[in-house]
């Protein structure tokens, strides 16, 4: 889920398991754009996702630019590991071919290729989790530092405590963490109000103790999060999340609204199959569609075999591959 989708207590996440691979509701702490269901990837056994990515711009060919996703997930289904590829730069890589003589003479001119090459920078988020899943701390890799996000949880699975912290790694083998230089970037505390059985009060405190940020969360009855409205203390600045929901307890609808930079909606659709399987997700802004997402599945139609996104903002069709890896 992208920026401003507040999500729903992990404890009513766990019991709103179905067997769809993607389990398509607000959650508390985002890894990635995807959130699997680790019943599926236990039950499958399916230790690594690789998502190959290609692009194919309106009017051209597809373009296979070497960007790709990785997802790896411990036995019990959850992941550990996430990794994915940001564009650095392209450079124009020339190919100069020698004429070709047949016989003494020049059959083909000497010519020069043009071929774009494409520099990646690779992400790397690592998750770890307490005994009850719930996830402790995920650690991000950017170049040589690491930015590490913290989490505490009270008696009722509900996020009490978030720290962001900027560290280093003094290990000399890249694959062993061991922590040099830890310096807090910011921290909060949460804290919670059952005001009825479907309407809970949350603050934000900052890393003053002072009451930044009050929100009201309301719930159905099946405990599916409805509404998270939130307002800033000393701004005029609020935060609005809504949520909608089919009689088979699917999300259908997830809208965020915000005057934090202007007024600005950001809305997304989503529609399923018979079987319950996410099947397409369109994405607005203020109204105005500017993504569009569709999952091909796998003849059980279980597993994703692939992924076609519509990006109408620049213009470009994305095509992604999956492939799996098991125990």
């Given at each position: 889920?992208?920026?401003?989708?507040?999500?729903?207590?992990?404890?009513?996440?766990l019991?709103?398991?179905?067997?769809q691979?993607?389990?398509?509701?607000?959650?508390?702490?985002?890894?990635?754009?995807?959130?699997?269901?680790?019943?599926?990837?236990?039950e499958?056994?399916?230790?690594?996702?690789?998502?190959?990515?290609?692009?194919?711009?309106?009017?051209s060919?597809?373009?296979?630019?070497?960007?790709?996703?990785?997802?790896?997930?411990?036995?019990?289904?959850?992941?550990?590991?996430?990794?994915?590829?940001?564009?650095?730069?392209?450079?124009?890589?020339?190919i100069?071919?020698?004429?070709?003589?047949?016989?003494?003479?020049?059959?083909?001119?000497?010519?020069?290729?043009?071929?774009?090459?494409?520099?990646?920078?690779?992400?790397?988020?690592?998750?770890?989790?307490?005994?009850?899943?719930?996830?402790?701390?995920?650690?991000?890799?950017?170049?040589?530092?690491?930015?590490?996000y913290?989490?505490?949880?009270?008696?009722?699975?509900?996020?009490?405590?978030?720290?962001?912290?900027?560290e280093?790694?003094?290990?000399?083998?890249?694959?062993?963490?061991?922590?040099?230089?830890?310096?807090?970037?910011?921290?909060?505390?949460?804290?919670?109000?059952?005001?009825?059985?479907?309407?809970?009060?949350?603050?934000?405190?900052?890393?003053?103790?002072?009451?930044?940020?009050?929100?009201?969360?309301?719930?159905?009855?099946?405990?599916?999060?409805?509404?998270?409205?939130?307002?800033?203390?000393?701004?005029?600045?609020?935060?609005?999340?809504?949520?909608?929901?089919?009689?088979?307890?699917?999300?259908?609808?997830?809208?965020?609204?915000?005057?934090?930079?202007?007024?600005?909606?950001?809305?997304?659709?989503?529609?399923?199959?018979?079987?319950?399987?996410?099947?397409?997700e369109?994405?607005?802004?203020?109204?105005?569609?500017?993504?569009?997402?569709?999952?091909i599945?796998?003849?059980?139609?279980?597993?994703?075999?692939?992924?076609?996104?519509?990006?109408?903002?620049?213009?470009?069709?994305?095509?992604?591959k999956?492939?799996?890896?098991?125990?």
């Amino acid at each position: 889920m992208k920026k401003g989708f507040i999500s729903i207590l992990t404890l009513f996440l766990l019991i709103d398991c179905t067997a769809q691979i993607i389990i398509n509701k607000p959650i508390d702490v985002t890894i990635a754009d995807i959130n699997f269901n680790p019943d599926v990837i236990s039950e499958n056994k399916i230790k690594r996702i690789d998502v190959i990515i290609s692009d194919k711009p309106d009017g051209s060919v597809i373009l296979n630019k070497g960007a790709g996703i990785v997802y790896k997930f411990n036995e019990t289904g959850y992941i550990t590991r996430y990794m994915y590829t940001i564009l650095n730069k392209k450079e124009i890589e020339e190919i100069h071919h020698p004429a070709i003589k047949k016989h003494g003479k020049i059959v083909q001119k000497a010519s020069t290729q043009t071929i774009p090459k494409y520099i990646h920078d690779t992400i790397n988020v690592y998750v770890f989790y307490d005994s009850k899943n719930h996830i402790i701390s995920k650690r991000i890799k950017i170049g040589d530092f690491f930015h590490c996000y913290y989490y505490q949880y009270n008696e009722y699975g509900q996020i009490r405590k978030e720290y962001h912290c900027k560290e280093t790694n003094i290990s000399g083998n890249n694959k062993e963490f061991i922590l040099g230089e830890q310096k807090i970037i910011s921290s909060e505390i949460f804290e919670y109000t059952k005001l009825t059985n479907t309407q809970i009060k949350k603050k934000t405190l900052n890393d003053q103790l002072n009451v930044y940020k009050k929100a009201i969360i309301n719930y159905d009855d099946k405990k599916n999060k409805l509404s998270e409205n939130a307002e800033f203390i000393v701004s005029c600045m609020r935060q609005e999340n809504s949520y909608q929901y089919d009689t088979s307890n699917r999300l259908l609808k997830q809208t965020y609204t915000s005057n934090e930079d202007g007024e600005i909606k950001m809305e997304s659709v989503f529609d399923y199959d018979n079987n319950g399987n996410l099947l397409s997700e369109k994405k607005f802004k203020n109204d105005v569609l500017t993504f569009e997402i569709h999952f091909i599945y796998d003849d059980k139609n279980t597993l994703i075999k692939s992924e076609v996104d519509r990006d109408y903002l620049n213009a470009t069709v994305i095509i992604k591959k999956y492939e799996y890896t098991f125990y």
